[in-house]
């Protein structure tokens, strides 16, 4: 059974840099998209950026164009999410789900997804 794991979150000032990371275990992640969302208090989840299987597409949400970057290691069974140029509205608890390539493409992998992680916080803030 495939599990998630993600790390990297913290505290970044504006501006800054943080890296998630989004670790399987149980399964590979191979023939899954793998989508990343956030959860701030008071908002709707968002989903934020998604990658499909073989990793040819890539999909951010308007708010993250330009400054996040979604990839995969197969290697390591992980898919990451480098994030730039950080604002205090990036600030949520970044979630690591598995979707299909289908939800990947029409952007609906927030609320379609078979396996969600626990989470990991990310807050901006000077």
């Known amino acids: 059974q495939l599990q998630l794991a993600e790390s990297g979150g913290g505290v970044a000032q504006p501006g800054g840099s943080l890296r998630l990371s989004c670790a399987a275990s149980?399964?590979?992640?191979?023939?899954?998209?793998v989508g990343w969302i956030r959860q701030a208090p008071g908002k709707e989840r968002e989903g934020v950026s998604c990658i499909t299987s073989q990793g040819l597409t890539k999909y951010y949400a308007d708010s993250v164009k330009g400054r996040f970057t979604i990839s995969r290691d197969y290697v390591m069974n992980t898919v990451n999410l480098h994030m730039t140029s950080l604002k205090p509205e990036d600030t949520g608890l970044y979630y690591c789900?598995?979707?299909?390539?289908?939800?990947?493409?029409?952007?609906?992998?927030?609320?379609?997804?078979?396996?969600r992680g626990q989470g990991t916080q990310v807050t901006v803030s000077s």
């Open positions: 149980g399964s590979t992640l191979d023939s899954d998209a």
């Open positions: 789900v598995a979707t299909v390539n289908a939800y990947c493409r029409n952007g609906e992998w927030a609320s379609d997804f078979a396996s």
